[in-house]
């Protein structure tokens, strides 16, 4: 049972543009979403984060909403750069009587120069 | 402060060899999850460990298993390998109960090749 799914196994995006990756999730009790990136040979880093009771958080040219009557997530990366190329994780946190935290397969995005 | 080192980088085994892994946590974290890695799977959960206690377990079989030792180092054991336990092996440490906001700190992973 998949509770976390990116459903777009890659993305391409010219330079410049605008970047949107998306995932959906169906447990209605995660409480934090993560993005996490990775590099080929590297393990994942932290992007950004959003807590279950904002619809927004921005850092830079990352931004990531939270619909919750959709149970969807996106990141928007504005704009893209070829160094953004990379695999994106989405991730939910879950408390039940210890965290957990349930990951989507993720998404290869690649910036073209 | 020095991240999280898995060791080694890249193994290469035989079907039916047991495989162990290691992973030195971020000084000051407590708890340690183990993820695999495979194309189309995304990150898989393993377990997790926490003050050298079994906190959490993913829907692996039983030969995958895992201790933490008193200084919060982990090891990762797979015995009796198979073909499709070839992945990359991810460990993550994070700071016990306040992995909230910035969730984990994952190593580079090691690159499991069962052949």
């Known amino acids: 049972d998949q509770q976390v799914k990116q459903n777009s196994p890659s993305l391409s995006v010219q330079e410049g543009r605008i970047s949107i990756l998306n995932c959906d999730y169906t447990n209605s009790m995660f409480d934090y979403f993560l993005w996490y990136k990775k590099y080929p040979a590297e393990g994942p880093t932290f992007l950004i984060s959003i807590s279950s009771i904002k619809d927004k958080n921005e850092d830079g040219r990352f931004t990531v909403f939270l619909n919750k009557s959709a149970k969807h997530l996106s990141l928007h990366i504005v704009p893209s750069q070829p160094g953004d190329s990379a695999v994106y994780f989405c991730a939910a946190k879950l408390y039940s009587g210890t965290y957990k935290y349930i990951f989507g397969t993720g998404t290869r995005l690649k910036v073209l120069a | 402060k020095a991240g999280v080192t898995q060791t080694p980088r890249y193994l290469i085994k035989t079907r039916g060899q047991q495989v162990t892994l290691s992973c030195s946590p971020i000084s000051g974290h407590r708890s340690v999850s183990w993820y695999q890695q495979t194309p189309g799977q995304g990150l898989q959960f393993l377990f997790e460990y926490f003050s050298e206690t079994q906190r959490n377990k993913g829907n692996f079989p039983g030969r995958f298993s895992g201790r933490q030792f008193s200084n919060s180092r982990s090891e990762m054991n797979v015995s009796t390998l198979e073909l499709g336990d070839s992945a990359l092996y991810l460990c993550?440490?994070?700071?016990?109960?306040?992995?909230?906001?910035?969730?984990?700190?994952f190593g580079s992973g090691t690159r499991l090749t069962v052949v």
């Open positions: 993550a440490s994070s700071l016990a109960e306040r992995q909230g906001y910035y969730g984990y700190t």
